[in-house]
T-cell receptor, first 113, second 107 residues
Framework: DTAVSQTPKYLVTQMGNDKSIKCEQN?????MYWYKQDSKKFLKIMFS???????INETVPNRFSPKSPDKAHLNLHINSLELGDSAVYFC????????????FGSGTRLTVV | KNEVEQSPQNLTAQEGEFITINCSYS?????LHWLQQHPGGGIVSLFM???GKKKHGRLIATINIQEKHSSLHITASHPRDSAVYIC?????????FGKGTLLTVNP
């Protein structure tokens, strides 16, 4: 069973479209995250949810809206896609107080054309 | 200046060599993570440290909180260790990442 699963794995879309990326974790973790990895492979936090509540919202355009229907899911919706949104988006989860680190999804490669 | 600095940026080694990757940070942290990203893109968490030293197989991670410095060591390196190794520091719920070290181990 995949611990953190993201769909889709690849997404090619035109500028101006609206798209969603889904993430689900079956680890029982309290906290979920979205990270963006740019073309230079640099990772940066976008959002973090703890028990369905938004706790981190970095400087991200408001075209990006996370939604957490329950603590096992954190979806990312992007409106009016731009060329600069092309990147790999990683979902991750963690459990506070745990001695273990983060568990990452396999990533969604978004290409805006 | 980034809050998390890694060195070297690129590292090429021969199979069997001892590898060291360094990470320095400039902010207060609750924990430091070492991550591995393979060419296929997946990210794996190797270690989470808040003090001292941890060992897993051929990998060893150390942290010096006073000096704000951590090292990742790989003993008896192997071509399958070729990957990008990323240091990340945790403050509250936020992870801040270094730019990664690209390690290539040649047979």
């Amino acid at each position: 069973d995949t611990a953190v699963s993201q769909t889709p794995k690849y997404l090619v879309t035109q500028m101006g479209n609206d798209k969603s990326i889904k993430c689900e974790q079956n680890l029982g973790h309290d906290t979920m995250y979205w990270y963006k990895q740019d073309s230079k492979k640099f990772l940066k936090i976008m959002f973090s949810y703890n028990n369905k509540e938004l706790i981190i919202n970095e400087t991200v355009p408001n075209r990006f809206s996370p939604k957490s229907p329950d603590k096992a899911h954190l979806n990312l919706h992007i409106n009016s896609l731009e060329l600069g949104d092309s990147a790999v988006y990683f979902c991750a989860s963690s459990q506070d107080g745990s001695h273990y680190g983060y568990t990452f999804g396999s990533g969604t490669r978004l290409t805006v054309v | 200046k980034n809050e998390v600095e890694q060195s070297p940026q690129n590292l090429t080694a021969q199979e069997g060599e001892f590898i060291t990757i360094n990470c320095s940070y400039s902010v207060g942290i609750s924990a430091l993570h070492w991550l591995q990203q393979h060419p296929g893109g997946g990210i794996v968490s190797l270690f989470m440290l808040s003090s001292g030293k941890k060992k897993h197989g051929r990998l060893i991670a150390t942290i010096n909180i006073q000096e704000k410095h951590s090292s990742l060591h790989i003993t008896a390196s192997h071509p399958r260790d070729s990957a990008v190794y990323i240091c990340a520091v945790k403050n509250n719920y936020k992870l801040t990442f270094g730019k990664g070290t690209l390690l290539t181990v040649n047979p």
